[in-house]
Every structure is written in C-alpha cells, then in structure tokens.
C-alpha cells in the first residue's frame, strides 16, 4: 500500500509539471494568436478561417500517436481555437475608442441646456414628421407645457413604399428650428445622407441617424467630422457589437458627441412592431460610456402597452426615452397608430414621474 501511494504521488508530480508546461504552451500560443488578430484586424480580415481550423486539426491528427484518441484530440483543439478567437474580439473590442475602461466617467452631452447622460434620464418627444406649422407648433406647445424641452420630428422621412410620405424636406427642418426657438426646445432630427448633413446641421441641435442607416459607413465617417451631437439608433438587423462599432466610426472622426439608441430589433414576433431589447441598455452601458436612450415607439409600434415598457427601459438604466406624440395622430400623414395624443402624452409623463426624476424637469420623487 505505501508503494502505491509513493507511486501516486510521484505520477501526481509529474502530472503537475506537464499541467506547467501545458500552461506556459498555452499562454505562448495566445500570445502568438493574439498577434495574429491584430494583424488580421489591421488586414480587414476575418478572424475565423474555418479552412486554417480544418487544416490545422489534419495536421495534429497525423502527429498524434496517443493514447489520446482522435476525437477527444479534436474536441479539445477546437476548445483552444474558439477561445482564441474570443480572445481577438475581445482584444479588438478593448481598442475601441468608445470602450469603458477602469475608472471610466459616463460622457454626458449637453443641448440646450439639458444634460443627457447624466444622473437623470430625459424626454426626447414629437411627431413622427413635421406635416404643417400648425401641427409642429401646437404639438410642441402641448410637449412643453408637460416639460419636454427635446423636440423629435422627421423632415426627411425614409420609407419602405416611395409612394408613401416623404417629409417636407428643408422647409420641414425651417418649421422645426422656428418653433422650437419659440419654445426654447432643442430639435432632434434626422439626416438619410452625406449630401444632406450641411442642411440639417443648420438646423438641428441634435442629429439622429435612423435605423437603415447604421452600417451607412460613409455617412458615420462624415458625421464623425461635425462637433454637433449624433444620436445613432441601432440597426433593426444589428448586433450589440455592430451597433458599437457602428458608433466608433463616428468616434475615430473626433466626434465624441454620441447617444446610442436602441429602437428595436426585426424578429419572428408580431404583436410588436419590432422586439425591444431590454438587454441592450446594461450591456451598452457597461461596454461604452456612451448615453443610452430607448425610443419605445419604434420598438412597440403600439400604444396601449407604452407605459409598462417605458418604465422598464428607464429601471434597466436608459439615460432617456424617446416617443412620438402628436397633437391629432388620427390626421398623421405617418405612424398614426403609435403616436400619442395630448391626453396619453400627459398620461404617460405623469405615470413616469411617479417613478423618476428627470433631468429636465425641477421636480418629482427621488429616482
């Protein structure tokens, strides 16, 4: 018996000096892997290749002479390999610009005024798009007189049928900027591409890019070069890494000036417009230290669950929401089915401010 045990714990060192050196293979093998992705990276290239994967297992299959079984050899190789190419995402990801570090402070970016970003979340609010002055004026008298000091309102509208209303274009945008001055309100607007962004800057106070145009990359670079706040909503068929990479290209210009968006994602689901992604707005804000806000009209395209979900995005750390409202939404030229009218616009700010304090408003319970 103790020859057995002198022979187990003899086996037992040996076995941990090889566990040692597999370790120190390990580690020598990341660190080459590592140098590797930043090479592909820099290459624009992908960083799984399934052929040099299938090639490289051929080659340990010929090598191995056992009693380590083929398939067992395989299995492991493949553990090694996927987790090298987690290491280059992550890797990759911790170059970004817009990545949060230790110690990293929130960016907060302040328009007119009201800090977003900050401890309190905020209200970004209007018509889908700007049809009259009368309509954007009396809309924005009724959003004011509930506290809304952000006015959304789309003069060039992006939609699926060309046959369907395209917005009013720069006189939309002259109607927006006239109104909200009178309001003392900042406009929030969106710009469809590069040709447009001189226009609409000299009109908006914020810039949104919408959902068909998050992987317009040419139009990010040029956005990237403005010193006006981006509000970038997340592509309806995009990933959380994408939405972030997205919002990096606007970063790489010098463009620091970001809120990200989440608006809801395209699924199988149809009682919603789009599925809104809660999920999205902690792991935002724990990868960027970027302000998030949830525009819970887009991802709902409904109304009567509105105030459940708005509530929800603010508990999961939204800095803001974003929703459409109208002063007569049955006359809508667009989205007439999820814009609030003055009573539910009223109704749900109300319900709100039982729950939160807002940054731009002086009162209400403690968040």
């Given at each position: 018996m103790e020859s057995l045990k002198e022979q187990l714990a003899c086996l037992r060192r040996q076995a941990d000096q090889i566990n040692e050196k597999i370790l120190d293979a390990l580690n020598e093998f990341f660190t080459i892997s590592n140098q590797i992705g930043e090479v592909k990276e820099k290459m624009k290239m992908a960083f799984y290749d399934p052929v040099r994967e299938?090639?490289?297992?051929k080659e340990m299959e010929a090598k191995n002479k056992g009693p380590l079984s083929q398939d067992k050899m395989k299995r492991i190789f493949r553990e090694i390999f996927a987790a090298s190419i987690e290491e280059m995402i992550m890797g990759e990801q911790k170059r970004l610009k817009i990545s949060r570090l230790p110690g990293s402070k929130n960016s907060v970016i302040e328009v007119r005024g009201v800090s977003i970003g900050a401890e309190m979340p905020v209200i970004i609010a209007g018509p889908c798009s700007v049809e009259s002055y009368d309509q954007i004026w009396e809309t924005a008298s009724q959003l004011n007189n509930l506290g809304v000091r952000l006015l959304r309102g789309g003069a060039f509208k992006p939609r699926t049928s060309p046959y369907s209303f395209q917005g009013l274009e720069e006189e939309g945008l002259k109607l927006l900027r006239t109104v909200a001055?009178?309001?003392?309100?900042?406009v929030v607007t969106?710009?469809?591409?590069?040709?447009?962004?001189?226009l609409v800057v000299n009109y908006a106070d914020v810039i949104q890019v919408g959902t068909r145009?998050?992987?317009?990359?040419?139009?990010?670079?040029?956005?990237?070069?403005i010193r006006k706040p981006i509000l970038l909503k997340r592509g309806f068929m995009a990933t959380i890494d994408e939405f972030i990479l997205a919002a990096e290209y606007i970063y790489l210009g010098g463009n620091t000036q970001i809120i990200l968006c989440e608006r809801g994602i395209r699924t199988f689901e149809n009682q919603t417009r789009n599925t809104l992604d809660i999920s999205c707005v902690p792991i935002l804000k724990k990868e960027t230290t970027l302000p998030v806000i949830v525009d819970v009209s887009h991802s709902l395209g409904r109304k009567d669950i509105i105030k459940?979900?708005?509530?929800?995005?603010?508990?999961?750390?939204?800095?803001?929401?974003?929703f459409e409202a109208h002063c007569d939404p049955a006359s809508a030229l667009s989205d007439a089915d999820q814009q609030l009218d003055p009573e539910e616009t009223k109704d749900l700010i109300d319900y709100l401010t039982q729950h939160f304090v807002f940054g731009d408003r002086k009162s209400g319970p403690a968040r």
């Amino acid at each position: 018996m103790e020859s057995l045990k002198e022979q187990l714990a003899c086996l037992r060192r040996q076995a941990d000096q090889i566990n040692e050196k597999i370790l120190d293979a390990l580690n020598e093998f990341f660190t080459i892997s590592n140098q590797i992705g930043e090479v592909k990276e820099k290459m624009k290239m992908a960083f799984y290749d399934p052929v040099r994967e299938s090639e490289m297992l051929k080659e340990m299959e010929a090598k191995n002479k056992g009693p380590l079984s083929q398939d067992k050899m395989k299995r492991i190789f493949r553990e090694i390999f996927a987790a090298s190419i987690e290491e280059m995402i992550m890797g990759e990801q911790k170059r970004l610009k817009i990545s949060r570090l230790p110690g990293s402070k929130n960016s907060v970016i302040e328009v007119r005024g009201v800090s977003i970003g900050a401890e309190m979340p905020v209200i970004i609010a209007g018509p889908c798009s700007v049809e009259s002055y009368d309509q954007i004026w009396e809309t924005a008298s009724q959003l004011n007189n509930l506290g809304v000091r952000l006015l959304r309102g789309g003069a060039f509208k992006p939609r699926t049928s060309p046959y369907s209303f395209q917005g009013l274009e720069e006189e939309g945008l002259k109607l927006l900027r006239t109104v909200a001055d009178e309001f003392g309100m900042g406009v929030v607007t969106e710009v469809l591409g590069d040709r447009d962004i001189e226009l609409v800057v000299n009109y908006a106070d914020v810039i949104q890019v919408g959902t068909r145009n998050m992987l317009n990359y040419s139009l990010l670079k040029e956005l990237g070069k403005i010193r006006k706040p981006i509000l970038l909503k997340r592509g309806f068929m995009a990933t959380i890494d994408e939405f972030i990479l997205a919002a990096e290209y606007i970063y790489l210009g010098g463009n620091t000036q970001i809120i990200l968006c989440e608006r809801g994602i395209r699924t199988f689901e149809n009682q919603t417009r789009n599925t809104l992604d809660i999920s999205c707005v902690p792991i935002l804000k724990k990868e960027t230290t970027l302000p998030v806000i949830v525009d819970v009209s887009h991802s709902l395209g409904r109304k009567d669950i509105i105030k459940p979900i708005a509530r929800a995005a603010l508990a999961a750390g939204a800095d803001g929401l974003m929703f459409e409202a109208h002063c007569d939404p049955a006359s809508a030229l667009s989205d007439a089915d999820q814009q609030l009218d003055p009573e539910e616009t009223k109704d749900l700010i109300d319900y709100l401010t039982q729950h939160f304090v807002f940054g731009d408003r002086k009162s209400g319970p403690a968040r």
